[in-house]
């Protein structure tokens, strides 16, 4: 059984990334206050608790969440973006902008002082970032399937960041790859399959 493991404070991000049927959201995108109060119950009676984590199962999700079959909720996922615990956003800047070449996307505190939120991307690659202590936790690692790693290995090897110098090295699974370590102990693999 395919179970999605979540926090209480994510399920709504969940019911909009998973392209909820049309008759739950209003044309301002907007949710009534009542539909929101029943599928707030669906939700929490449709929980399980594993070692003491919330998990959802897809197959019942599916009914709450309008679906005939199960599998037509996976296809309504298209991208998957890492998040990625940062604890100084000058520290972070520096390192995913000035050194990698990541754009910021956007950025959100719930008001000032409060901790950062961010998307930044690089090509085809998006990152979430956060300094919030319960989204996720550091020292995670993110594997990333990737072409012209070589290229960029020298753009960024030629800026001289003096907290990290990586290499590209031959991958036992064949084709070469990148390790890189953020600020925050965050690992970063970099990997292409390079033609023979």
Not at 92 to 113: K, M, S, V
Request: charged residues 25%; hydrophobic residues 40%; contains cysteine.
């Amino acid at each position: 059984m395919h179970y999605f493991r979540l926090q209480n404070r994510n399920l709504w991000q969940l019911l909009f990334l998973v392209s909820v049927p049309a008759f739950i959201a209003s044309s301002d995108h907007t949710m009534k206050k009542e539909l929101i109060d029943e599928l707030f119950q669906k939700f929490e009676e449709a929980r399980y608790l594993i070692e003491g984590t919330e998990c959802w199962s897809a197959r019942e999700l599916q009914s709450i969440l309008g679906y005939a079959k199960w599998g037509n909720f996976f296809n309504t996922i298209d991208k998957t973006i890492p998040l990625v615990r940062i604890f100084d956003e000058q520290k972070a800047r520096e390192c995913y902008c000035d050194w990698l070449g990541f754009q910021i996307d956007w950025e959100h505190r719930f008001e000032e002082g409060m901790p950062l939120y961010m998307q930044v991307s690089l090509g085809n690659l998006t990152l979430h970032r956060s300094e919030h202590a319960g989204d996720c936790t550091p020292g995670g690692k993110v594997f990333l399937r990737c072409t012209g790693l070589r290229a960029w290995h020298q753009i960024i090897a030629a800026k001289n960041y003096k907290y990290y110098r990586p290499s590209v090295e031959d991958a036992f699974w064949g084709g070469i790859c990148m390790y890189l370590t953020d600020p925050f102990g965050n690992k970063l693999l970099f990997s292409e399959n390079e033609q023979t």
